[in-house]
């Protein structure tokens, strides 16, 4: 199987460079400014984005990404909603590939082949669901995804066990998401360590790209992880720089300055 992801890594290892992964929660701080602010992450670098479905309890990520999901859960913001708007997005971002990340009640309560399918109808090119295993017997989400010509992407962290290597090795499909540290999510500005170890043990049994994320804020992150992973993500950061400006403007601004900076 092969879709736009493919694509794009394709390209990034044709011109021999890193990529980058942005994180928006959809909604946040509303649909409009989401829009904008996914345009800026485009037009400054981001190779690929990563649309959060809001959920009430998202298990993996940390307090500000908790605080988005559920400041625009109070709007009323549906999982319709999401479709609509993750296909505007598809439309006008024709060379970035786009990916839902939810957890597995949403997809669960909507039908997973209907959200598979609906998935794909609407532009995305991958679904990251942390909470789902690749062999899970009673719900076949892997079959699913490539039936629907999408990248199931798994998550794997230094508290992985080698059998939990091999089992996401044998499934990997697109990329397959490292998590720089055990625990949630969250923006932070220490020296990324210890991951040297880890992502050796990862290439062992994976042989599709990595990306690495939890807690890139910086240059010198993505810096120090340029030769562990082929793409950095960040979407802590991101909200947080949003929240620090004084206007919408300047948020935006400030996105667009930081994410150029990361290159």
């Keep these: 199987m092969t879709n736009k992801i493919d694509r794009k890594l394709a390209q990034l290892k044709q011109d021999n460079r890193h990529g980058l992964m942005a994180h928006i929660v959809?909604?946040?701080?509303?649909?409009?400014?989401?829009?904008?602010?996914?345009?800026?992450?485009?037009?400054?670098?981001?190779?690929?984005?990563?649309?959060?479905?809001?959920?009430?309890d998202p298990l993996a990520d940390g307090p500000t990404i908790l605080k988005a999901n559920l400041d625009v859960l109070r709007t009323g913001i549906k999982v319709a909603d999401c479709f609509r708007f993750a296909e505007k997005m598809a439309s006008r971002l024709t060379d970035i590939p786009l990916l839902f990340m939810t957890y597995i009640n949403i997809p669960y309560n909507y039908g997973l082949e209907n959200f598979c399918r609906d998935s794909a109808a609407a532009g995305l090119t991958g679904l990251i669901v942390p909470d789902i295993p690749p062999d899970e017997k009673d719900e076949p989400y892997h079959d699913l995804c490539l039936a629907h010509n999408l990248h199931p992407i798994y998550i794997l962290s230094p508290s992985s066990t080698q059998e939990r290597m091999k089992l996401i090795g044998h499934y990997a499909s697109g990329f397959v998401y490292c998590t720089?540290?055990?625990?949630?999510?969250?923006?932070?500005?220490?020296?990324?360590?210890?991951?040297?170890?880890?992502?050796?043990?990862?290439?062992?049994?994976?042989?599709?790209?990595?990306?690495?994320?939890?807690?890139?804020?910086?240059?010198?992150?993505?810096?120090?992880?340029?030769?562990?992973?082929e793409i950095s993500v960040v979407g802590s950061k991101v909200i947080d720089i949003y929240n620090s400006g004084q206007s919408e403007k300047e948020s935006l601004e400030k996105i667009s300055s930081f994410v150029r900076g990361l290159r």
């Design 180 to 229: 720089a540290r055990v625990g949630i999510t969250g923006a932070r500005e220490s020296q990324i360590a210890g991951l040297r170890e880890f992502m050796a043990s990862v290439r062992k049994y994976v042989k599709v790209p990595l990306s690495l994320g939890f807690g890139i804020s910086s240059r010198e992150h993505v810096e120090s992880i340029r030769e562990l992973a």
């Design 26 to 56: 959809i909604g946040y701080p509303n649909l409009p400014v989401s829009e904008k602010i996914i345009l800026f992450l485009a037009e400054a670098g981001a190779d690929l984005i990563e649309l959060q479905i809001p959920f009430t």
